[in-house]
């Protein structure tokens, strides 16, 4: 089951597809986005596997920046340890950075201490709430807000950069594919 874990979690950046979803913003995103539009959401899958639903959330539908107010929402749809969790985004952070894990030790401790344990249905809301610090809700509870730096663009970067594991859903995801 742990090998099996650690494969999904690295499909987290897997290719991801999209679809279309009149519902409304979670009662977090509205309450630190005023009047948040959906810019862009997307399935992640693993073969045959569903492993979460993700919306971008900005306070504009114009073309997204990392330097607006935005908020990520992921809705998990298979178990994962927040350890596993933290060690796949700092590990891919490093793979943008062209670093090494291990170059990340305080983020990856920081992220640990913000995440939970998903399992399904759990939701993890990210909100950027400048560059250097971001808030995290766990089904709509605030659990945590973290300062790192350059952290929005770094952590958010996993889902929304150019050079995302899966460029073409991170365009989809900002609302350009």
Same mark, same amino acid.
């Given at each position: ?28 995103? =509205?309450?630190? %986005? ?6 862009? &959401?997307? @399935? ?8 979460? !639903? ?54 990856? =401790?920081?992220? %640990? ?6 399992? &399904?249905? @759990? ?8 560059? !250097? ?45």
């Amino acid at each position: 089951m742990k090998i099996l874990n650690t494969v999904l979690a690295v499909a987290l950046f897997a290719p991801l597809s999209t679809g279309a979803n009149g519902q409304a913003a979670p009662n977090e995103v =509205k309450k630190e %986005i005023s009047a948040p539009q959906l810019q862009g &959401k997307h @399935t992640a899958r693993y073969w045959w596997f569903r492993l979460f !639903n993700a919306e971008l959330w900005t306070a504009n539908s114009g073309e997204f920046s990392f330097d607006q107010e935005f908020a990520l929402s992921i809705s998990y749809l298979y178990p994962f340890t927040k350890e596993l969790l933290a060690r796949t985004s700092v590990e891919d952070i490093a793979r943008v950075e062209g670093g090494k894990p291990e170059d990340h030790a305080k983020l990856e =401790k920081l992220l %640990i201490g913000c995440l939970v344990d998903v399992d &399904k249905g @759990t939701r993890i809301t990210g909100v950027a709430e400048s560059a !250097n610090k971001i808030a995290m809700y766990v089904n709509g509870r605030k659990s945590c807000t973290m300062s790192y730096p350059n952290v929005r663009k770094r952590f958010f970067g996993i889902w929304l950069a150019p050079t995302s594991r899966d460029a073409k859903g991170a365009r989809r995801l900002r609302g350009n594919g």
